[in-house]
């Protein structure tokens, strides 16, 4: 077997829009139109594709698996290329979700509603976008819509996502009276006619619209000729461009980021998604594009050393899982994107994240209609192998024989924390069962358990985040439980450091208990989480205890000194101690540990840290004054107000502990015309009159 489509016909893309903006009717048209396409490739009688399209209709298309493939070849003529649709979620308190897809996708495309246009959470998204540097295509969807306005819309997009923001399109009609689009680069009027909007009519410009295009088509091929020397020589010489040359050159500058493309119509209507569909292949990258920008590197986890995968087929194979689903058929999916080499089904390989091998059972590949079981998959593909074992998201596969950790993905600290006390003794079991699939399918999500009381604590992003997790658990899983409020996830650290001896020693009667350690606790720059060092030489404490020493820290860690919140940022050495040759044992050395640990760490100035949120509050300039106020109130930095039109933005960092309810009350205090977005930046010391107020609260 070999491969079908040539890696520089793939495009793995993501379709990225804020909620309600259409990203579902758009995926479903995309889905779709590639159906009738991929038909017209390999069936050609009339009457198939009207039968296949009935019975799509019929059936439905799924859209919901984490990656979908399909195949399209351009309205213009060409080869037909492979679409690898990455599914990515519409809301940013699921930012795993949003990393995930941007980590595994080549280039996105942004839809807009035509009548909202730049929306609060779009910008939220398109600026993590910008880090992983995505490159993009817009869509300005929704133009039949009464309100719609093409122009108020590119206008927010350019203003306050990316002024290199540049139309392919502009509208005929509008509203009720929005009829097709004019191709800029091909002087064409588009018409989208049949029963779907399948069938694609090219005719001359209206003449309403002549002028129009004409300056707009000058202005495109400037700012593409401004991207590409040779380019700009012919253009300031007054030659003509050709569109292909045009065309070249905003491919690259595209894939470099230095423009985006925009693209106009309505897809309810059926209006503009196959012209979409030929800019995913014209202006976004395929692997290879993006593997000269950014060349696939990662690490040797036998050595530490930095390596690079080239994406072919008979290099070492690499791969990155980057969803967990549960599926109703087949039970458990790792989705995973091939970086490099081949994945065969019945061989072996290596997760490197956790050292264990699997063998590879089933191969798929998700179509809008149907999967195929599939013998081998090749680098740029993506795919989902069945019944995975001990593969979380993030983790990297690779051949057992010369192994690699992909550069990680990186997930922000879960900062909302509640409780969970289930009703029954089943019911525990089952939460536990629960909590533990819940986690593999999502990294953000952490579970400790109150040793205690016999609760459950669970983590994660947001309220939202939390809720729908337990909302999961009891219905998926069925369990009962009396449910928290939800908490900031507080943490406990030291500033100083200390030393302290921690003794375990029984010794009247049977067998005796002797455990006798001396540690010392250093309190660690934010981020560097928990060290254990061993000092111990010529056997003092014998090598057998050490792990037990290590293992009592470890559990003295989890629950801090001041008000039980998890300990994070410390170095704790074990230097001396004592053993006994009949009494000692591992419980005892770690109990010792535990002992030793909680007296050092009171000693070192332990602190209270709570996590701060990077905020952006957008009101109208009449509020402006109530909002910084009242942010100031809350304990908020002000770090920047800007200007947007007729609006303020105000970016600041504030606790999260102020932050509970905050949608409610920017709502009543600028009469629901304010809006925000907050993310997670990092964990700070809490003020002392703060700190003692939850200490307290916690006795
Ligand atoms: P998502 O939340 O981004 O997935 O958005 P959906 O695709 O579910 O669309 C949200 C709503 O907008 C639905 O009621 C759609 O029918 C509607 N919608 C989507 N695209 C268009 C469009 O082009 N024009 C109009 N008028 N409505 C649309």
Excluded at 160 to 183: C, M, T, W
Aim: net charge negative; with cysteine.
């Amino acid at each position: 077997m070999a491969r079908i489509y040539l890696l520089e016909k793939y495009r793995n893309i993501g379709i990225i829009a804020h909620i309600d903006a259409g990203k579902t009717t758009v995926t479903e048209r995309i889905l779709f139109y590639t159906g009738i396409s991929h038909k017209i490739g390999e069936v050609h009688t009339g009457d198939t594709i009207m039968d296949w399209m009935e019975q799509e209709r019929e059936r439905g298309i799924t859209i919901t698996a984490a990656a979908t493939t399909c195949f399209w070849q351009p309205t213009r003529g060409g080869e037909e290329h492979r679409i690898n649709i990455i599914d990515t979620p519409g809301h940013i308190d699921f930012t795993v979700e949003v990393q995930r897809s941007l980590r595994v996708l080549d280039g996105g495309v942004v839809v807009f509603d035509g009548v909202a246009g730049v929306e609060p959470q779009s910008e939220t998204v398109w600026h993590q976008a910008d880090k992983f540097r995505v490159p993009r295509i817009c869509f300005i969807n929704k133009l039949d819509r009464l309100g719609a306005s093409f122009e108020n819309s590119l206008r927010s997009i350019q203003e306050r996502l990316n002024p290199k923001a540049i139309p392919l399109q502009i509208p005929i009609g509008s509203e009720a009276g929005f009829e097709g689009v004019i191709d800029l680069l091909t002087k064409e009027a588009i018409y989208f006619e049949g029963e779907h909007g399948e069938n694609i009519v090219r005719k001359p410009i209206p003449e309403s619209l002549k002028a129009e295009a004409v300056e707009r088509r000058a202005a495109l091929v400037e700012a593409i000729a401004e991207t590409d020397e040779k380019l700009l020589h012919k253009f300031l010489e007054g030659e003509t461009i050709e569109e292909v040359e045009l065309r070249r050159a905003l491919r690259v500058a595209t894939i470099n980021n230095e423009l985006v493309p925009v693209f106009c119509g309505s897809a309810l209507k059926n209006k503009g998604v196959q012209l979409l569909l030929d800019a995913v292949l014209d202006y976004l990258p395929s692997p290879l594009d993006l593997h000269e920008l950014k060349p696939i590197k990662g690490v040797n986890p036998k050595t530490n050393e930095e390596v690079t995968r080239e994406p072919k087929d008979d290099a070492s194979f690499s791969a990155l899982a980057f969803k967990i689903a549960t599926d109703p058929f087949v039970g458990n999916l790792t989705y995973f994107r091939i970086y490099s080499g081949t994945l065969k089904r019945g061989t072996y390989i290596l997760n490197s994240a956790t050292g264990s091998q699997e063998r590879v059972g089933r191969i798929l590949r998700m179509h809008a209609n149907h999967r195929e079981e599939i013998e081998e998959m090749y680098a740029g593909d993506l795919g989902a192998i069945v019944g995975l074992k001990n593969t979380s998201t993030g983790n990297t596969l690779s051949d057992p024989e010369n192994p690699i950790v992909l550069e990680k993905i990186v997930f922000p600290e879960p900062v909302i924390s509640l409780r969970i006390e289930p009703k029954t003794k089943a019911d525990q079991e089952k939460l536990g069962l629960s909590m533990r699939r819940l986690a593999e399918e999502d990294p953000t999500f952490r579970i400790s358990g109150d040793l205690d009381t016999g609760e459950t604590i669970i983590s994660g992003m947001g309220e939202l985040h939390l809720e729908i997790l337990v909302d999961r658990m009891k219905r998926e899983f069925g369990v009962e439980a009396n449910i928290g409020r939800p908490q900031v996830a507080y943490k406990e650290t030291v500033k100083g450091e200390a030393e302290a001896e921690g003794k375990y020693i029984r010794q009247s009667g049977g067998r005796g208990q002797y455990g006798h350690v001396w540690l010392k606790v250093v309190g660690l720059p934010r981020g560097k989480g928990f060290v254990f060092v061993n000092k111990i030489k010529g056997g003092i404490i014998p090598q057998e205890f050490i792990p037990a020493v290590e293992k009592g820290v470890k559990e003295a860690v989890g629950k801090g000194v001041l008000a039980g919140y998890p300990i994070v940022d410390v170095e704790a050495t074990l230097y001396d101690g004592s053993f006994h040759e009949v009494d000692s044992s591992e419980i005892a050395f770690k109990i010792a540990a535990a002992i030793a640990f909680g007296e050092a760490a009171r000693g070192a100035k332990p602190i209270l840290l709570e996590p701060i949120m990077k905020t952006q509050v957008i009101v109208p300039i009449e509020f402006l004054g109530d909002v910084v106020g009242d942010l100031n109130a809350k304990r908020g930095q002000i770090e920047e107000v800007s200007d947007r039109a007729n609006i303020k933005v105000i970016n600041a960092r504030v606790p999260l502990a102020e932050m509970f309810g905050y949608a409610t009350k920017l709502r009543s205090m600028t009469q629901g015309r304010g809006s925000f977005t907050m993310e997670f930046s990092e964990y700070e010391e809490a003020p002392g009159n703060i700190a003692q107020g939850i200490i307290e609260g916690k006795k």
